[in-house]
C-alpha cells in the first residue's frame, strides 16, 4: 500500500522556520521524483521545490528560492523541506508528491503551515 505521510507542520511567526517531513513506504522511493506543493486558501495548488530520484537535482519556485531547502534521505525514504524566513504570504496547506517517468503518480494528505504573529 503506498503511502505518503507528511509532518512539521504548525503555526510559525514571520521570520521563523520550520521543517517538514515526508514518510513514503510502499513503492520503490529512491525511483521518484520528489515534489512539494502547497495550497492557499482560494489558490491553485502551486510547485514550491522538487528534487530527483537521486537527489542530484533540485528546483524551486522563484517565490521560495534562497529560503526554502528541499533534500532526501534515500535510506529513510525520506524528503524534507527546510523552510526559512517565513512569510505570511507562505501559510498553506503542503503537500508531498512522489512521479515516476509521469506515469506513476501519488501524492499525500498534507500538512498545514500557518505564518502568523
Known amino acids: 500500500q503506498v503511502q505518503l505521510v507528511e509532518s512539521g507542520g504548525g503555526l510559525v511567526q514571520p521570520g521563523g522556520s520550520l521543517r517538514l517531513s515526508c514518510a513514503a513506504s510502499g513503492f520503490t522511493f529512491s525511483s521518484f521524483a520528489m515534489t512539494w506543493y502547497r495550497q492557499a486558501p482560494g489558490k491553485e495548488r502551486e510547485l514550491v521545490a522538487t528534487?530527483?530520484?537521486?537527489?542530484?537535482?533540485?528546483g524551486y519556485a522563484n517565490s521560495v528560492k534562497g529560503r526554502f531547502t528541499i533534500s532526501r534521505h534515500n535510506a529513510n525514504n525520506t524528503v524534507f523541506l527546510q523552510m526559512n524566513s517565513l512569510k505570511p504570504e507562505d501559510t498553506a496547506e503542503y503537500y508531498c508528491?512522489?512521479?515516476?517517468?509521469?506515469?506513476?503518480?501519488?501524492w499525500g494528505k498534507g500538512t498545514l503551515v500557518t505564518v502568523s504573529s
Open positions: 508528491n512522489a512521479r515516476f517517468l509521469h506515469v506513476l503518480v501519488y
Open positions: 528534487i530527483s530520484s537521486a537527489g542530484g537535482n533540485t
